[in-house]
């Protein structure tokens, strides 16, 4: 069984950094691509960025490139998420996820319980 555990939510004014992070577990974890999702309230869940199994490959909707960047350790089975210059309109709560690159996306099969981001004068 794969798990996924976030951290490091919290609130956050415009223009300020955070920094997310993602811990998997499971035979199968390494194998798999990883990345971040949110869900702002009345919103649907939106994908925000993704890194392959071998951490080659990045991937990021175009609302947080230039902005957010995110890294893995496969040693450790974790990602990261820097979010930098951050906007109210980042406020969500960020899913970590596990699965596959389909185009330019992640497609997940195995989620974490989430992390709040709140960001606010």
């Known amino acids: 069984q794969v798990t996924a555990v976030e951290s490091g939510g919290g609130l956050a004014r415009p223009g300020d950094s955070l920094r997310l992070s993602c811990v998997a577990s499971?035979?199968?974890?390494?194998?798999?691509?990883m990345g971040w999702f949110r869900q702002a309230p009345g919103n649907e869940r939106e994908f925000v960025a993704a890194?392959?199994?071998?951490?080659?490959?990045?991937f990021y909707a175009d609302s947080v490139k230039d902005r957010f960047s995110i890294f893995r350790d496969n040693a450790k089975n974790t990602i990261d998420l820097q979010m930098n210059s951050l906007k109210p309109e980042d406020t969500a709560v960020y899913y970590c996820?596990?699965?596959?690159?389909?185009?330019?996306?992640?497609?997940?099969?195995?989620w974490g319980q989430g992390t709040q981001v709140t960001v606010s004068l």
């Open positions: 890194i392959d199994s071998s951490a080659s490959k990045t």
């Open positions: 499971g035979r199968l974890a390494s194998t798999l691509s």
């Open positions: 996820a596990l699965g596959f690159i389909s185009g330019t996306i992640l497609r997940g099969i195995h």
